[in-house]
């Protein structure tokens, strides 16, 4: 089965800093790959998907980008940080086509000072 | 647009009792709705997948039930333990272009007491 790892697990940083988290997966080959973001009092929110290499799609109009330079790698990024951007966020990926189980990262979590 | 409801927010129980936890959506046409626990400070894992086709999903003393003429989607758990104690979540995915877009509830706390 699949492993998704996140890194940093935490990080401080200050507004205006540039941001990067990072998701790669393990086990499966060409997975559907997600960026969610869960802040507090709002729930789990869909940031991004990628259904390949180069594929990027935004749910959200935000602060922040994402990319996909490898299969299994998934990027999250911001030039400068809001206040706003603070929250625990988890990559995810969905292999086998749709419908089937989505599997969630251990999260990173951002503060935004 | 997809809204996902669940209820209760929070609920607290002693060791042994058999529990629901409630998930109302109000698009019925889904493709399959998941279960995940969060357990504090970590990411989800996934419980029980239920496909629109489906009624209901069995995982040990998990069972997940759909109906999706209601838009209604149960989850119970049987004989609780203090292990249960997180925070449980229900999504739902509209398949077809949205797929593995999942619209998540607000989740309910478990907590079990021993």
């Known amino acids: 089965s699949q492993t998704i790892h996140q890194w940093p697990a935490t990080l401080v940083q200050p507004v205006g800093s540039p941001l990067s988290l990072e998701c790669t997966v393990e086990?499966?080959?060409?997975?559907?790959l997600y960026w969610y973001r869960q802040a507090a009092g709002r729930g789990l929110q869909l940031l991004f998907y990628s259904v390949g290499i180069g594929q990027i799609s935004s749910e959200v109009p935000q602060n922040l980008s994402a990319s996909r330079p490898q299969d299994r790698q998934f990027i999250l990024s911001s030039k400068k940080l809001l206040l706003s951007d603070s929250g625990f966020y988890l990559c995810?990926?969905?292999?086998?086509?749709?419908?089937?189980?989505?599997?969630f990262g251990e999260g990173s979590w951002l503060t935004v000072v | 647009k997809q809204e996902v409801t669940q209820i209760p927010a929070a609920l607290s129980v002693p060791e042994g009792e058999n529990l629901v936890l409630n998930c109302s959506f109000t698009?019925?046409?889904?493709?399959?709705l998941q279960w995940f626990r969060q357990d504090p400070g970590k990411g989800l894992t996934s419980l029980l997948l239920?496909?629109?086709?489906?009624r209901e999903q069995t995982s040990g003393r998990l069972n997940a039930s759909l109906d999706k003429s209601s838009g209604r989607s149960t989850l119970y758990i049987a004989a609780s333990q203090p292990g249960d104690s997180a925070t449980y979540l229900c999504?739902?995915?509209?398949?077809?272009?949205?797929?593995?877009?999942?619209?998540f509830g607000q989740g309910t706390i478990l907590t079990v007491h021993p």
């Open positions: 239920i496909q629109s086709s489906q």
């Open positions: 698009d019925s046409a889904i493709y399959n």
């Open positions: 995810a990926c969905q292999t086998g086509g749709s419908g089937n189980t989505i599997y």
């Open positions: 086990g499966t080959s060409n997975p559907n």
């Open positions: 999504a739902a995915d509209a398949g077809g272009t949205s797929y593995g877009k999942l619209t």
